[in-house]
């Protein structure tokens, strides 16, 4: 079964500057597909970035670019610019690209404070 | 609908009565996901529909949980009897449906089941 860890429980940054939030995984497919969403306080859960494991070049999304090594099994996430908006619970996300396995298994989450 | 709606948002309900929580999916969108999100983690997969055909059920944890989508749209998660432990936000989500593509899922706002 697939796994995702997301080991920072924290993180913290300055308004305008650059974080990285870390997701790791495991699995044994080739092909797959990656998310990280976006939880703030008010915990809808919103789609920040997605990335198909086939696609060698980077997902980007304005502010949001994603680092993805496959060989490592890492898809960390990089917040430019840091806004106080971008306050919340971020969650990294893998689907298998395989039907019949529709469903997404998640990290633990990594909350992200903004500080002015 | 403009996105994926959910009733109630809020459930309080004595131990050992039953609850249904229901979720209406963006319109047109083949397949639906429920998930459960404990308080300091990330969702849980618990089942999901094609259509009104339940193709995956793996996720839940016992037989006094069951859903249903009889006519491939709205669907209903039922709780039998339940437990404390059954408190936390079930989240229920739609995507497209697209095979072989990123079938992003869209989430909604989530049901808050409390138990008393």
Request: charged residues 20%.
């Amino acid at each position: 079964a697939q796994t995702v860890t997301q080991s920072q429980p924290e993180m913290s940054v300055q308004e305008a500057e650059t974080v990285t939030l870390s997701c790791t995984y495991d699995t044994s497919e080739s092909d797959y597909y990656l998310f990280w969403y976006k939880q703030p306080p008010s915990r809808q859960m919103i789609l920040v970035i997605r990335q198909e494991a086939y696609k060698q070049q980077n997902a980007t999304e304005n502010r949001f670019s994603v680092n993805f090594q496959k060989a490592a099994k890492s898809f960390s996430l990089k917040i430019s610019d840091s806004q106080l908006g971008d306050a919340a619970m971020y969650f990294c996300a893998y689907r298998s690209y395989q039907g019949g396995s529709e469903k997404l298994v998640f990290g633990k989450g990594t909350k992200l404070t903004v500080n002015p | 609908g403009a996105g994926v709606s959910q009733s109630p948002r809020y459930k309080v309900t004595k131990r050992g009565q039953d609850v249904a929580l229901r979720c209406d999916p963006i319109s047109g969108h083949v397949s639906l996901y429920w998930y459960r999100q404990a308080l300091g983690q990330g969702p849980e997969f618990l089942t999901y529909f094609n259509y009104e055909a339940q193709q995956d059920k793996s996720g839940l944890p016992n037989d006094r949980f069951s859903a249903e989508r009889p006519e491939g749209s709205i669907s209903t998660l039922t709780i039998q009897r339940t437990e404390q432990r059954d408190s936390a936000m079930y989240r229920c989500a739609s995507s497209p449906g697209l095979a072989g593509g990123t079938d992003t899922q869209y989430f909604g706002p989530g049901t808050r089941l409390t138990v008393l």
